[in-house]
């Protein structure tokens, strides 16, 4: 099992940046993907971004492109989320994920970190 604890949430006005970190443990290389969501109170958890380890590849939610960008680093077991131009729809609990697979991260989901809430205010 991998373990992920996330970090780097808080407050913050709108148009400013905060940058999330997921730090992983356990059996890190048995997924092929880590992925970020988020949840607001009376919606579905939402897929935010995706990296694949091996290729290097990521994807994005179409309401965060441009302004948000997942990295990572390998030797470290770490997993980061740079979240730029932030809105106050962004706000929310965001969660790393461990997947099995890159295209379809929400169904291959392994692993949840406990969450971090992020509130951007106008």
């Known amino acids: 099992q991998v373990q992920l604890v996330e970090s780097g949430g808080g407050l913050v006005q709108a148009g400013g940046s905060l940058r999330l970190s997921c730090a992983a443990s356990g059996r890190t290389f048995s997924s092929a993907a880590m992925a970020w969501f988020r949840q607001t109170p009376g919606k579905e958890r939402d897929f935010v971004a995706a990296l694949s380890w091996g290729g290097g590849r990521t994807r994005y939610a179409d309401s965060v492109k441009g302004r948000f960008t997942i990295s990572g680093d390998n030797a470290k077991n770490m997993v980061y989320l740079q979240m730029n131009s932030l809105k106050p729809e962004d706000t929310a609990v965001y969660y790393c994920?461990?997947?099995?697979?890159?295209?379809?991260?929400?169904?291959?989901?392994?692993?949840w970190g406990q969450g971090t809430q992020v509130t951007v205010s106008s």
């Open positions: 994920a461990a997947a099995e697979d890159y295209y379809s991260a929400l169904m291959s989901v392994s692993s």
